[in-house]
């Protein structure tokens, strides 16, 4: 279940990329990033994902499963991104979706209401819409905009009678149990991540750890490991603090 207020912000991400593509290269932990692509199911793991690389790929396979999951700590939509669902579910899980400019994801209600996007995110940089495309003679055609980040931590657009709706979503135990065992293995990715950014990057790696937290009820396991690393971020803040006052001290002793 969702338990945390979202941060008030965060540096742009620019720079995360190549940050993450290092410690992916240097850290030794296995499976930082996978990709699965098959007639009945994609998914997408990694620290740093860009969605138009993600439609690129499916469109390369000449393929598209109905269940899609996009894992990632940040997720990129580059600008004028433009994607349409016809009967595929995407899941997206991402602590910060950052979005350049114009970008839409598209449901095609039109022939069928299968198709979904559910978001879970924390941090919303920028803007991106989604819009259901209904048959000329059913209910109006609608717009979703995501903007910030969901006020219950998740949202679900879909068609679950007739109208096309924004549900809230306070927790992942609905998801698919194919979606739900991807983001189990990031959130895991995600921790230990976090404990190797917590002297390099201290405030990324309390942002990650408090995403971590927001889900640990829905994932058996985590809270244990994101509540020890909690406490090291927390002590290492304070060993900073008193190092920043006994240099403080001295200086003013002379």
């Known amino acids: 279940m969702h338990n945390r207020i979202a941060p008030k912000g965060e540096s742009p991400s620019d720079g995360l990329a190549a940050l993450f593509d290092a410690i992916e290269t240097r850290s030794g932990i296995a499976g930082v990033s996978s990709r699965a692509i098959g007639a009945n199911e994609a998914a997408f793991r990694a620290m740093h994902l860009d969605l138009g690389e993600i439609r690129a790929a499916l469109r390369a396979a000449d393929l598209d499963p109905p269940l899609v999951t996009v894992c990632a700590d940040v997720l990129r939509i580059p600008d004028r991104f433009d994607w349409t669902l016809r009967r595929t579910e995407l899941v997206i899980v991402a602590r910060r979706i950052q979005s350049d400019g114009y970008a839409s994801l598209n449901l095609d209600y039109r022939d069928s209401t299968t198709a979904s996007l559910t978001v879970f995110t924390e941090e919303v940089d920028g803007r991106f819409q989604a819009i259901a495309m209904t048959t000329p003679d059913g209910p109006q055609p609608a717009a979703f905009i995501f903007d910030s980040a969901p006020a219950t931590g998740g949202v679900r657009i879909h068609v679950p009678v007739r109208q096309p709706v924004e549900t809230p979503l306070d927790s992942m135990q609905g998801l698919p149990p194919r979606a739900m065992a991807v983001v189990e293995q990031a959130l895991q ?20 750890v408090g995403w971590i937290k927001s889900w640990s009820d829905d994932v058996p396991g985590l809270a244990r490991i994101a509540a020890e690393l909690d406490k090291l971020l927390a002590a290492q803040a304070g060993a900073n603090r008193t190092s920043h006052w006994q240099k403080n001290a001295m200086a003013a002793t002379g």
């Open 189 to 208: 990715t995600e921790c230990a991540v976090a404990s190797l950014l917590r002297e390099q990057r201290p405030d990324l790696a309390r942002a990650m």
